[in-house]
């Protein structure tokens, strides 16, 4: 668990100032009197503009809570935490332009992740190019630890591992049904971005294990607004597993699009359908969907600054009340800043390589699991879950050591 920690201090992290100019109020300095000034470019306009307010959102949670237990000691003195925000409009482009402007004009030391794979690929060399330590929380695919990057951490499971499990949760009911794994029918649907295409890989080598046919396996286009031609084949060649990535604007297609075209699948597997909301906008027809998670909040993991993940889960619903349900976007952008607080404090200094060794060296436990890095910076120490959509709920079904529910399987196409 995270140890206490002493000292005094109180509030908040900065917000976004002029969107229009992708820009907020400026910082002088990686620490100006008693406030450790963090920075980080979101998408808080375009494309990922929802995911990028859950994330600052986790952020401003993790901060608001650690300055109000003491801050962060640092050589025996407190300070607090403050996040600047930049805007990158869901740009790459615009993501490392504000990066470069965060570390060369404004000073900052110390970086958080923006939102998405894409983007974090776009900070990466430019947070690696002046030896920033980042610490990220949203980019998952799996080439960003080919790199060979020294100052990026990321806290999350990596993105080939969040539908795979889905192949061998699928060949178990199979044999229950007396079939052969080989047997199964896999359809897949994949936004043809860099976290999409690594989920894919992941599935691929998962299906190759059980000699699985892959009967459909389309790329789609990044703004994912239409699927009818994919779920058409989908129900016609009546594949027994059906897999979707498209982040949140694909996953509120699909659930839609499967629901209007009445497609009948007994399992369908869909990355972020917390982030689209879809048990609240699709109701009923959501109902048996697998959804793969970084984090639950019926998980056992706690720690002492937000208790276990249950509590977490309900103290973020009752400081955001609008959330039904916490993605694990907000969970994992929390446990973010919670790991520069104890990487700063294991180094007892605010010097860049101290911090950075500090975070290489992290081994500790969180209310959203535990973490520990790899030397190519992506956290090897927690697994994905499955949670199945079960009457508007959320419910953990695999792994079984994790799982709070049995799975409900074939999916039952909800009535008209």
């Known amino acids: 668990m995270l140890f206490s920690r002493r000292g005094a201090c109180a509030l908040t992290s900065a917000v976004v100032g002029l ?10 300095a990686k620490v100006e009197g008693d406030t450790i000034i963090i920075g980080s470019a979101l998408s808080l306009t375009g494309k990922y503009s ?12 993790a901060v608001e809570r650690i300055n109000s237990k003491g801050g962060v000691n640092v050589g025996g003195k407190s300070y607090k935490l403050k996040v600047v ?20 004009q404004d000073g900052v030391e110390f970086m958080l992740g923006p939102y998405s794979s894409g983007l974090t690929k776009a900070i990466a060399p430019v947070t690696e190019k002046y030896q920033i330590p980042m610490v990220e929380a949203e980019g998952a695919s799996r080439s960003l630890f080919t790199q060979g990057y020294r100052y990026m951490f990321a806290i999350l499971s990596t993105s080939e591992l969040y539908l795979a499990s889905t192949i061998s949760l699928m060949a178990e009911q199979a044999e229950k049904m007396g079939k052969k794994p080989s047997d199964v029918k896999v359809a897949m649907a994949f936004e043809n971005d860099p976290f999409s295409l690594d989920v894919r890989a992941g599935v691929v080598d998962d299906a190759k294990k059980f000699n699985m046919k892959i009967v459909i396996d389309d790329k789609l286009p990044r703004d994912l607004s239409d699927m009818t031609g994919t779920l058409t084949k989908v129900k016609a060649l009546k594949p027994d597993l059906l897999l979707i990535s498209g982040h949140e604007k694909g996953a509120a297609t699909a659930v839609r699009q499967i629901a209007d075209l009445k497609v009948d699948v007994p399992m369908i597997a869909i990355t972020h359908c917390e982030a689209a909301q879809v ?22 993991y706690k720690d002492d600054y937000f208790g276990s993940a249950m509590q977490y889960d309900t103290d973020f619903k009752k400081a955001y009340p609008d959330y039904k349900s916490v993605p694990y976007q907000v969970a994992q952008a929390t446990a973010a800043v919670l790991v520069f607080k104890d990487a700063f404090e294991r180094a007892g200094s605010f010097d860049k390589e101290k ?30 879950v499955l949670r199945q959509i079960q009457s508007g709920e959320y419910n953990v079904v695999a792994p079984s050591k994790w799982a709070s529910s049995k799975i409900e399987f074939p999916r039952k196409a909800p009535a008209d």
């Not at 929802?50 to 949670?61: A, E, I, M, P, V």
């Not at 950075?356 to 973490?371: I, N, P």
């Open 50 to 61: 929802s995911n990028g307010l859950h994330t600052q959102r986790g952020y401003d949670f």
């Open 19 to 28: 969107a229009a100019l992708g820009i907020a109020g400026a910082a002088d």
């Open 355 to 384: 911090v950075r060794d500090a975070l290489s060296a992290t081994d500790m436990e969180t209310f959203y699991g535990a973490v520990k890095f790899s030397e190519a910076g992506n956290n090897i120490a927690k697994p994905m």
């Open 85 to 104: 925000y930049y805007d990158d409009e869901s740009t790459p482009a615009r993501g490392a332009q504000l990066a470069e402007r965060l570390i060369q």
């Open 279 to 300: 048990t609240r906008d699709f109701g009923k027809s959501a109902d048996g969907l697998l959804c793969p998670t970084q984090w639950s909040e019926t998980l056992t």
